[in-house]
């Protein structure tokens, strides 16, 4: 109950003198691919009262704006075909008459819009309804016994009141026959990658390998005052620029949060508030409530020139449902500016830090080089004298992108090695570990990894789309109860190898090889056409832990993004 009062109270501070503003496109939206390289042919960073690459995701007010404001003549027609396909799919922010349907029905009110099905566009109220609907039918040489399938069909409504107030929502109910790697997932985790627990009496009609459930997302947003925005809901977040991101990423289920942002002269300043959940298999039933932890993360980031970005972020996980202090959420983090890790030392504070820092640089118009440093634990004697200190606990990333490669419009190369040493991000107390529903905050693998990443991308005309993906990872499993530091769900104080002589990879040495070749057709905007093709092998000292797949995937989906094999 105080939590709740706090946030009302929070929310109606940040909800006064307000300006225009809108709903942000998804998280893995096509957009996002489309505006990086806007960004890169433009020559500069974009500034952060247009939008800001790192802290995912954009407001579609901004994103009309710098549609509309660029100069398309020095484009390619894919890239003209994108700019508009950015002002028509955020049409009630943009100036362009171009989104008006032909394909009207009559005076019902359907398709006024090519890219809804149902729209009001009046002053001071906004709302758009579209059907969200993913038909996904698969051949998968792991599963012999059934050919997988998905299937996802719901609805989608956004809209504005006044010039302060928006909302999202999207419901839809989803049927998964699995294929093999989301098997796999399954058997290991008990949870269904991207989603939360599955209740195994409720929502497994027929057998284990079948599921039906609910996926729903929403959130309001208000825009206070010239400089602040807040947006409150059920949701992901991301930050970063890469494939991956070391600091938080979108691959774990929804979680509640309160994200508030400030965007004033070259600087971008971010704060989220989430609530995840200690998920525990055995221990799970309709009665029983599912223990909460917490974290309050904060991103600054400034442009320091028009070509570089620098940020700095922190991460405090805590958990408050032991006896340690009061229950619930620990308001001294509803502080927005504070140095969270000094003011812990202070406190005598038991809970989880992870700082870093993070970098993009534009240059050429056609490359990005950027790149995340995360740290949870350093201590310089060890790492200058010693060899291996399992407390040394730090994750790198370093990419670069590519645009118009050997000079051909459209095709896109992205380069990207990750990598975190074992027990990175890990905690005496497993119950402030960055997990949710026994999903990783950061990268799938948790710790204990090295991978290399690459991404090809090619848009030959206006409506098709492909892409080619090569992921390859070497990293250390566990087996039999050990803890050679790749779950960042358990105590390294369970931790299997001795004090020194710890190294990326140890334990049970695992490899894991992704390929991925997809091809989508836009029929009409926002109804897609994909043929996935995918490998996925893993090779292990273990035999346990190997296995081989390969996938074919057929789809139509509308208004929905491509949900993919392996992670």
Same mark, same amino acid.
């Given at each position: ?13 940040? @909800? ?62 894919? +890239? ?24 009207? *029905? ?19 109220? +906004?709302? &758009? ?31 504005? *009141? ?35 627990? *599955?209740? !195994? ?15 729903? #997302?929403? =959130? ?49 300043? !971010? ?115 010693? @060899? ?18 050997? $000079?051909?419009?459209?095709? +896109?190369?992205?380069?990207? =090695? ?58 250390? $499993?566990?087996? @039999? ?21 710890? =190294? ?11 390929? #991925?070749? !997809? ?9 897609? #056409?994909?043929?996935?093709?995918? =490998?996925?092998?893993?090779?292990? +000292? ?8 390969? $996938? ?7 208004? &929905?993004?491509? $949900?993919?094999?392996?992670?």
């Amino acid at each position: 109950m105080l939590n709740r009062k706090i946030l009302s109270v929070i929310f109606f501070i940040y @909800s006064i003198n307000c300006f225009a503003q809108g709903t942000y496109v998804p998280l893995g939206s096509s957009s996002m691919h489309m505006i990086d390289r806007l960004e890169m042919l433009s020559g500069h960073i974009a500034t952060p009262a247009q939008f800001n690459t790192t802290t995912k995701a954009y407001q579609r007010s901004k994103i009309a704006e710098y549609a509309d404001q660029y100069d398309s003549l020095n484009l390619s027609k894919q +890239d003209k075909f994108n700019l508009q396909y950015l002002r028509v799919d955020n049409f009630e922010f943009s100036k362009t008459t171009d989104c008006v349907s032909n394909k009207k *029905i009559g005076k019902t009110g359907l398709y006024q819009k090519k890219s809804a099905l149902y729209a009001v566009n009046i002053p001071d109220f +906004d709302l &758009i309804i579209n059907p969200v609907l993913y038909m996904r039918g698969e051949f998968d040489s792991k599963r012999n016994d059934r050919l997988p399938y998905f299937v996802d069909r719901g609805i989608s409504i956004r809209g504005k *009141i006044g010039k302060n107030f928006s909302f999202f929502t999207e419901v839809a109910e989803e049927i998964q026959s699995l294929n093999g790697w989301n098997l796999e997932y399954y058997n290991q985790y008990d949870v269904l990658p991207g989603q939360n627990f *599955i209740n !195994t009496n409720t929502y497994k009609p027929n057998d284990k390998y079948l599921f039906s459930y609910w996926n729903s #997302t929403g =959130y309001i947003a208000y825009q206070a005052g010239k400089y602040f925005d807040v947006q409150f809901g059920h949701g992901k977040n991301f930050i970063g620029n890469g494939y991956r991101s070391l600091i938080l990423s979108d691959f774990s289920s929804p979680y509640t949060f309160l994200r508030l942002n400030t965007r004033i002269w070259r600087i971008n300043y !971010t704060n989220i508030f989430g609530s995840l959940y200690n998920y525990e298999p055995l221990n799970i039933t309709r009665t029983n409530i599912i223990k909460r932890h917490y974290f309050a993360t904060t991103h600054a980031s400034i442009n320091i020139t028009q070509k570089l970005n620098i940020g700095i972020f922190e991460t405090t996980i805590f958990n408050r449902d032991s006896s340690f202090g009061t229950s619930g959420f620990d308001v001294q983090y509803l502080n927005p500016v504070i140095f969270y890790n000094a003011m812990d030392d202070v406190l005598n504070s038991p809970d989880k830090e992870i700082l870093g820092i993070d970098i993009k640089y534009n240059f050429a118009k056609r490359y990005s080089l950027y790149g995340q440093f995360a740290l949870s634990e350093l201590n310089f004697y060890n790492r200058i004298f010693k @060899s291996g200190w399992w407390g040394n606990k730090e994750a790198i990333q370093i990419g670069l992108k590519r645009i118009d490669l050997f $000079n051909v419009s459209n095709l +896109d190369l992205q380069l990207e =090695y990750n990598q975190a040493r074992p027990y990175s991000y890990t905690s005496y107390n497993p119950q402030n570990a960055f997990v949710n529903y026994n999903q990783s905050m950061m990268h799938p693998l948790g710790a204990n990894f090295m991978e290399g990443i690459a991404i090809l991308r090619y848009q030959p005309t206006g409506k098709l789309f492909l892409n080619a993906k090569f992921i390859y990872s070497a990293y250390g $499993n566990d087996s @039999s109860g050990s803890n050679w530091g790749k779950n960042i769900s358990l105590s390294y104080f369970t931790r299997t190898q001795q004090d020194f002589g710890n =190294y990326i990879g140890q334990g049970v040495k695992t490899n894991l090889l992704i390929t #991925t070749f !997809t091809a989508s057709y836009m029929l009409k905007h926002n109804l897609f #056409t994909d043929l996935q093709i995918s =490998y996925r092998k893993v090779t292990s +000292d273990l035999a346990v832990f190997e296995s081989e797949m390969f $996938n074919i995937g057929v789809a139509l989906r509308w208004n &929905i993004n491509m $949900n993919e094999c392996g992670y």
